[in-house]
């Protein structure tokens, strides 16, 4: 079946940095697209960032523009959300996702809080 398993999340200080990782099984990785949602206290679940299963293409939300970067590592079936220049409006629980047969599929979640 398929499996999500986000990490990385934690405290930092307004203008630090978190790595997060997401580890993918149960499909072939290398042909799906991937995002990073996340979901702060009393709002709805928002697009953070998605990127192409081949070409590379990436998208952003306009909030994490030029601080945030989404990567992949297809041999090690990895997805990476390198988040810089932190804000105390980035705390919220993170998530990635995939699209697989027509149902979108989430990890547990790692949550990432940014103090002022």
């Known amino acids: 079946q398929v499996q999500l398993v986000e990490s990385g999340g934690g405290l930092v200080q307004s203008g630090g940095s978190l790595r997060l990782s997401c580890a993918a099984s149960g499909f072939t990785f290398s042909s799906y697209p991937m995002r990073w949602y996340r979901q702060a206290p009393g709002k709805e679940r928002e697009l953070v960032a998605s990127l192409t299963s081949t070409e590379g293409s990436t998208n952003y939300a306009d909030s994490v523009k030029g601080r945030f970067t989404i990567s992949r590592g297809n041999a090690k079936n990895m997805v990476y959300l390198q988040m810089n220049g932190l804000k105390p409006e980035d705390t919220a629980v993170y998530y990635c996702?995939?699209?697989?047969?027509?149902?979108?599929?989430w990890g547990q979640g790692t949550q990432v809080t940014v103090s002022s």
């Open positions: 996702s995939a699209l697989i047969r027509g149902v979108r599929n």
